[in-house]
């Protein structure tokens, strides 16, 4: 009876189940926005939003004439970008031959990248060749025994454009990396400006990532992980502009009511044609570079693909299409997956050409006569005999990384990677006082070292603003969001399927910039949104310029390990502040 009555007792308190609250009400405590309530009015602003004007308040405290004022904020879209790129620029150029060492993996790029721009392979080289270069300038024989290396080489080329313009030496072989690590700030830029649809936040997002470590690190080292982060930004930047485009073009087809609103039309918007979209087949094509520089650009041309998709389904739903998935549409798509995957492939077999071209007499390219020895006969005999010689390479390169194993000093699990748990030393000695920068006054040796580690408040900051992005793409639906976390997970994501595999910290710097996007954008929620009052923004202002300038700071204090600037030891000390970064 006892327990009866108590269950009696709890139904009287429930609602009825056709009362009871929905999934998505009972998320509204948590943020949540159901899709009905989406905001109303002229969709073309939906569509493609328009860009943030600066309060004319900024102009009156910056004491400038309406007709200035005007002017610097049509200029501001590039000039800001440009600004910062300079800052980024100028820091990551400074003494860029220094040290003047063969540091880290550079043994393997920088060689490979000259022997393949001499010829169109690469090659084994002395165990003394290190020495050899640095001695003679790069004055020295290219070896002609080919060598098996485990990555594409487009990276290599890329490394050896600077070398043949510069010289085969440290600033020669760092130039490259240096110039796209300084370009993908201006990307940055302009990209957080027109998904933010605010210049700030745009060149906040650049400016973050100019004062990130482990970018700054990365743009200063021949190592091919630089390489294919700026050209999976390169990518993403177009794939947005694309996006634009597609839904300018969607918005432009929609009625327009008497009051001169754009209205939604679901016919039109389950039929309209977006047109041939160059921008898809430019990120296509940087896509394609980017596999032909490590093989993880794969994944990201997956998720890039996927997303893409999301935001054609996602504009035709807002223009007011019903069922999305139409003929036009199906036709669309089935197109653009041709196209595109077309362009990739071709542009990865091209960047083979001189591995292709090589002789096939066994003084070409690694494997390169394989089809015509060991592979003769079998079922494929019908393909030329450079693709199957190639497609036997690249299972060999697949079976050496899913087999990678050896242990590694400064190897590490990529849980640890957001955190910082483990960074890479790419460089150290111990100067003596008076020796190579130590101060002749320090009393004993000093550390000088090149530490791959990012701005640790940056990245810790960024852990919040991660789970911010999280947040705003679940409950808010913000297609910004959504596009942050795509591009975070990746580049991130898929190394949790190789934790037994030998992976370093270095290789995050693929998904750097979407962590400042991350970052930007709580940074810009911190500020407070558009509407909010004088007292609302001041305190937001102010909490979020104490996080910048505390990164700045952060990012200055480690400056030293960064540059392998020498240092006494007990300041080298002072900047290990974990026991895992020794």
Not at 123 to 151: F, S
Not at 163 to 174: K, N, Q, S
Request: proline fraction near 6%; include cysteine.
């Amino acid at each position: 009876m006892t327990s009866t009555a108590s269950s009696t007792d709890l139904r009287q308190g429930q609602a009825p189940h056709d009362q009871r609250p929905s999934w998505q009400q009972r998320l509204r405590r948590f943020g949540y926005t159901p899709a009905q309530e989406a905001p109303a009015g002229d969709v073309r602003d939906r569509l493609v939003p328009p860009y943030a004007e600066p309060s004319p308040r900024l102009w009156q405290v910056l004491g400038l004439p309406p007709a200035l004022a005007d002017r610097v904020a049509r200029w501001s879209g590039w000039g800001g970008p440009l600004l910062v790129t300079l800052l980024a620029g100028v820091m990551r150029f400074w003494n860029l031959g220094s040290p003047a060492k063969v540091i880290f993996d550079e043994t393997y790029y920088a060689k490979d990248a000259w022997a393949l721009v001499h010829r169109g392979f690469e090659v084994n080289w002395d165990k003394n060749a290190n020495d050899l270069v640095l001695q003679t300038h790069g004055h020295l024989a290219i070896p002609t025994d080919a060598a098996y290396v485990v990555h594409p080489p487009v990276g290599k080329y890329v490394i050896g454009l600077g070398e043949l313009m510069f010289g085969f030496d440290p600033f020669g072989w760092r130039f490259m990396t240096a110039l796209l690590g300084t370009l993908s700030v201006l990307l940055l830029c302009r990209i957080g400006r027109r998904i933010f649809r605010s210049t700030f936040l745009g060149c906040l997002a650049g400016a973050l990532m100019a004062v990130d470590g482990l970018h700054f690190v990365m743009s200063r080292t021949s190592l091919l992980d630089g390489v294919l982060m700026f050209f999976v930004v390169a990518a993403f930047g177009c794939l947005v502009i694309d996006r634009d485009r597609a839904r300018a073009r969607l918005a432009a087809a929609l009625p327009v009511d008497a009051d001169g609103r754009v209205r939604p039309d679901a016919h039109i918007a389950a039929t309209t044609w977006l047109g041939l979209r160059p921008w898809r087949w430019a990120a296509a094509l940087l896509i394609g570079l980017a596999i032909g520089t490590k093989w993880n650009g794969l994944y990201i041309a997956v998720a890039f693909g996927v997303m893409s998709v999301l935001w054609d389904i996602g504009a035709r739903k807002v223009a007011g299409a019903r069922h999305w998935l139409s003929g036009v549409f199906v036709v669309e798509w089935i197109t653009a997956w041709v196209v595109m995957a077309t362009i990739t492939v071709g542009v990865y077999l091209l960047s083979w050409l001189g591995w292709i071209l090589s002789p096939t007499d066994g003084s070409g390219g690694y494997f390169r006569n394989w089809a015509a020895t060991d592979g003769k006969g079998g079922h494929w005999t019908f393909l030329p005999d450079w693709l199957r010689s190639l497609w036997h390479y690249e299972h060999e390169v697949y079976k050496f990384h899913i087999g990678l194993s050896s242990p590694h000093t400064y190897q590490s699990n990529p849980w640890s990677w957001i955190v910082l748990g483990r960074p890479v030393s790419y460089f150290y000695e111990s100067p003596a006082p008076g020796v190579d920068g130590c101060p002749s006054d320090a009393g004993q040796k000093c550390a000088r070292e090149v530490l791959a580690i990012g701005t640790p408040l940056l990245w810790w900051a960024a852990c919040f603003a991660l789970l911010y992005v999280l947040w705003r793409w679940a409950f808010r639906r913000d297609w910004r969001a959504g596009a942050i976390a795509c591009g975070i997970a990746a580049g991130y994501l898929p190394w949790f399927m190789y934790q037994q595999r030998t992976i370093f910290l270095f290789y995050a710097v693929v998904f750097v910039p979407f962590l400042c996007l991350a970052l930007a954008m709580l940074i810009g929620a911190i500020i407070g949104p558009p509407g909010s009052s004088d007292t609302r923004r001041v305190l937001g202002a102010s909490a979020a310029g104490v996080l910048v300038l505390l990164i700045t700071w952060n990012f200055i204090y480690f400056w030293p390990l960064y540059t392998g600037t020498a240092i006494p030891i007990d300041s080298w000390r002072s900047r290990m502040w974990l026991d895992t970064w020794i």
